[in-house]
């Protein structure tokens, strides 16, 4: 059965029809890209998916069950987490309370207990602290623990945006261009972890991704968006040398 | 910034009230200097009554340079310490509370409005001052709700609102036959509702009507909406005890509106400026009670008035010379008791009798009120002309 | 271990607030602190709890609301009708202050937190200004002259005692997964609903906590002061104590104390030249935004770093800005 | 009361609600401008109207101009001290948080309130009569020439303004940075140049509710400003904040809601309907009544 | 010598390193083209010449002044003018009051009418929906509006960011013929775009930007001969 499901999908903005007609289907543990030029409605898709945006039109599953409807914040605890294509981090907190935050649906301890620091207040932040630096130090972040956010540099950023997203144990993870403005070997190193990360946490992975050699070194299916709707699927090979793909990318041949 | 931890929070706490401790220790032992007498104005300088706060603190001041002028008391000078109120009540409990601990004035005058006078009563009755308000007309002021007893150390110069309010009730229904009366009132202003609440008891156990009870907001500007109103119930007279800047746009818009019967009130309307604002013809046709006529022609209304032409270029109002006259009524109990004590001051204070003051013969009764005569006033083309004259 | 560490530093803490209070409240039986600056620590301990109370909206939930003085009025005028009325006594006048504040703030945060930004900010001035002008015309209070004849209950210690509770409980939730939540709504909505948080929640939460101790300010307040008076709580009160928190930093609570400490004492010493006060104040205002638009500690909170990185000159401080 | 009176009573509250309304209207079009262009809430927009009366009153009694160059002058002299503050207090603070310039946006009110009272002390001025006024009554509804000269004259003012912000060049880059603040600078737009245009523009407004109020209420004070600044900023919101009609139509809305509650209930109830329906509309259409929504991009 | 030649440039947003010593050189009356994947730093360059960033480091040379550094409308002035990516027409504002705020600077009445002309005789459809509100034109048009509200303030060089961006097929190709046609009567262009046959099929020159620098440059027929480009667009 697949975790995600998304059938007819489709938006319109002050009759604009952004997304139209989306299908896609992702099986638990796929690895899956969606790729199409800029302004063909990937990040829309997204943003139905993870419920910013309410469709206008069509079916989301996920897990078996509808998320149409649902807030962002109940999708997440569904078990869908994303990162942004605009790096949206909490610039002005700590690395670690980044992460901290990830975990904030599965705590326990009530608002009294957090005012006098009584009942399961010590127990969970301690915790949450072990788990959030546990997770730091996968992502080679823990030696910047306190560091704010926003002075991280930028790949750091990028790594910290996905640790956190992952610190809400997702099923499924969405990325919105997670190689933009990497330089070719952080992307190498990014491909390396997006590949670890689906393995060790055993997830399932959609990406969005300019960067062609990120996607089709990673992604095991494709598919592509133009003009808001779904125009081509299959493997790497099979859409690289999809002649719509290329035109679509590339424009026409003169 | 969550990591920092709670003793660094604790330590600005620490630091800042030590400095308050600090600045509090030196602060207080500043004492009386040998050669001045201190009197505190505890007055609405900033805020919503700035206008009448700063009259009042003119008022104040003139009498204190005339006083030194003429080799002052006791053979020292006096100065007036000035402290604002920002026109809010706990404000001028802080007021007070610096006046009284910090200047260690011997008698202040204290705020304008009646509700800031009370919240300060217990500063300096708990410090033995006396503060006399020029102009606070609320019963409470000087008597203490919760007990009925007297408040042994607030004074005031004006009237109490019960005599102000059934003064003008009785001369609409005697002298100006009316049947029906309309209330408008400041609905911001305890003084305003003292005199509406005064007015109305006494206008309906004579047997009269109140046909329409309606307030506005200090600062308002139109009044057109409320007056369109009470037009429409016809009453044969509008009582409007509140101060001149409403009071004089509230007749020209009524005027306008083709509202001509008479309009009342108490010596709120006051001043110099209210012909100005109201505009000479649109105020005939109308009365308000107050403390003396510039008709008078006894010398210390004449003189006062042309003092405080002089210095301020402007001419007084009734919260000036209220002021002043608490001012001179203090400075004049000193001299009785021939000391600077505030209790002594206080004593002798209670004891004035028939002091010539520039708003009449001033006697205190027992609750510290002012016994004193009124005087109904007529504006005829932009003069106030002696109508009748009321004793208490 | 570092459970340890951290109630030792609670009680490090607890400490030092006793040792502070046992030095003041011993000045002030010795008479060294007299009535005057008495009184001002007083007004000093009532800001704190407002400022720090509005800063959890403001600074830490990044919600913009600027009509924190209509829930003082509430606090003040119910903890003096459970007072004066019904005689109750004061502690369950405060608490009953904070709950008619904090009611009130939660029923008007559900629809109006909707609103972002500015509309928030000018709606939440025109709800301050409603809950005023309805006290103005409820004789039951007394109206527009104020409700009077309420008895001093509050002292030095009540003071004290209840701004350190603030502190306390305002420093705990933000350090935990409650406050986290809310200061992720700050910092980024959108990336806080991908968290998981439940940001319409938070922001609700943060501004009933808020006026809740908002209430409690006001209960203190009017139970020293002999008097409630809706005059007290104009839009301008509201802006009093937002500029304390803006002058202290968004975020930062012990901004907020410093600088309820200094413009309540810069305003009782200027309380000495009446016609220059506003105009200093002012002036002063436009300054500090001018050279300091953070305020004085950003969202940082006071730390040994800063004090000395502040005395040792910025030769060895870090090359990051605000 | 019968029907007929009725009548004629509820349309003496319209004329006394739009007569209000005009004035609020003036004051919020320099509102809705300034917040339109550089998305502050000048809370130091009233008073500016309170110097553009005085500065009215001073005009007439000392210089002793009659009403049109008395009304020109003030609107200069406002204007120009509208530029003055934008560029000593707001647009150094251009990139810092909001919260700051608001922050300084009070403090310069109340630096324009309590300067005022210490340079022209505290006590209420009378304006001049400029002309006599006359009553005119149209069936038992009473309107006075002061009234029919407020409403000329804002009127007459819209009018010039969406003249000035629809055909001419200076009008067009005012609409175009507050539109688009990057697109304008890549027209060659000098943003800040147009930005203190503006606050000219919108001050010298103000100025002329400020003598316009002072002729017809006869009274001024240097605490004027504050509450009829926060009327019109509701005024302002209420119409859809950086809408001109908005502003026009705000204003005259909440004219006419305050004289309605004034004349059917109870004024000292006016204002707090004024604010509960300024509620009401931003929950219901955020935007204002004209306004247009924005919505942030993810 | 070049008429624009941008040099060694490095721009930051906050932490952000966008252009990492980017070099270009617009020679007079050359179509040049920047192409690139998203994010490469095409539009941070032209944002940059157009004074709306400013480089920490390095010189923009325009007919031999540095710009950089330099307030945008200053830089309007000179004859520099920008067609931005998405457009950002004034979408409340009709099609002429947008054509005239392209002619800002200008005050002389007359040629600004002809002018206008011109425009209206390249872009009929704007012609016909003169009195319209911008925001109102379908995305092809708005296109053209932009373009031509650029070419009014007569700029001795054209930047156009994206100008293909989100239109169908069919219209993309009017637009580049359209931008051939400004370019032979005078106005030197530079052009980034994502549909990179498109644009080297009309330029002189190309550079290609990935992730902040200039990885590959030269002659735009040569490079659309190449396999490089494909292989920065859909990866090796």
Redesign the interface.
Known sequence: MALLKATKLSIVFGGLRAVSNFNVEIAPGELVGLIGPNGAGKTTAFNLLTGVYQPTEGQIEFDGKSTVGLKPYQITQRGIARTFQNIRLFADLSVLDNVKIAYHFHVKYGLVESMFRIGRYHKEEAEIEEKAIKFLEIFQLADKKDEIAKNLPYGEQRRLEIARALAAQPKLLLLDEPAAGMNPQETQQLMEMIRWIKKEFNLTILLIEHDMSLVMGVCERIYVLDYGSIIAQGTPMEIKNNPRVIEAYLGEEV | MLKTKFTKLVSIMVSGLMLAGLVAGCGGSGGQQADVIKLGANLEMTGNNATFGQSATNGAKLAIKQINAKGGVLGKQLTLVVADNKSEAAEAANAMQKLVTQDKVVAVIAPIASSSVIAAAQVNADNKVLAISPTASNPKVTVDPNTGKVRDFNFRAAFIDPFQGSVMATFAQKSLKAKTAALYIDNTSDYAKGLGQFFKETFEKNGGTIVANEAYLAKDTDFKATLTKIKSQNPDVVFVPGYYQEVGMIIKQARELGLTVPFLGGDGWDSAKLPEIGSATALNNTFFSNHYSPDDNSAAVKDFVEAYKQEYNQTPDAFAALSYDATMMVIDAMKRANSADPVKIKDELAKTKEYQAVSGLISFNASHDPVKSAVIIEMKDGKQTFKEKVNP | MKLLQKTKSDIMALVACLAVYAIIQTLILTDVIGPFWQLNIVLIGINIILVVSLNLINGFTGQFSIGHAGFMAIGAYVSAVLTVKFQLPFIAAIAGGALGAGALGFAIGLPTLRLNGDYLAIATLGLGEIIRITILNISYVGGASGFMGIPRYTDFTWMFAFTVFTVFVIKNFIDSTHGRACISVRENEIAAEAMGVDTTKYKVLAFTIGAAFAGVAGSLFSHYFYIAHPASFTFMKSFDILTMVVLGGLGSISGSITAAVLLTFVSAALASYPEWRMIIYSLMLIILMLYRPQGLFGNKELSLKMLSRWTGGKKHGSTQGN | ?DSS?LIV?FG??LI??IS?GSIYALIALGYTMI?GII?L?NFAHGDIYMVGAYAGFFATTMFKFSFIPALIFSMAAAGVIGMVIERV?YR??RN?????????A??????L???G??LV????R?FP?LFE?E?Y?IGGM?I?SQQVVILVVSLLLMVILTYVVNKT?MG??M??VS??T??????????DKVISFTFGIGSALAAAAGVL?GIY???I?P??G???G?KA??AA?LGG?GSLPGAMLGGTILGII???????W????R??VA??I??II??WK?AGLLG?NIR?K? | MAMLKVDDINVYYGAIHALKGISVEVNQGEIVTLIGANGAGKSTTLRTISGLLKPKTGQIMFEGKNIAGMAAQNIVKLGISQVPEGRRVFAHMSVLENLDLGAYLRSDTKEIKADMDMVFGRFPRLAERRGQLAGTLSGGEQQMLAMGRALMSRPRILLLDEPSMGLAPLLVKEIFSIVKDINETGTTILLVEQNAHMALSIANKAYVLETGRVILSGDAKELAASEEIRKAYLGG
């Open positions: 009361m009176s009573q003496q509250q006394n609600g209000l917040y998305r809430i207090a150094p603070l810092a948080p909001k919260i700051a310039i608001l922050i300084t009070i403090g310069v009110s109340l630096f309130e309590y300067g009272m210490l002390s505290p006590q209420p009378t009569v006024s009553v009554n009473v006075n060049k067009k880059a609409r175009a539109f688009d990057e697109a304008a600078q890549l027209m060659g737009i000098d943003v109020v209420y006869n009274s004070d605490l004027m504050i509450m009829p926060l900023f509701v919101v904040i305050e004289a309605l509650v004034s004349g059917f109870s004024s000292t109830f204002d707090a604010f509960a300024l509620i931003l929950l955020p247009k942030e993810v």
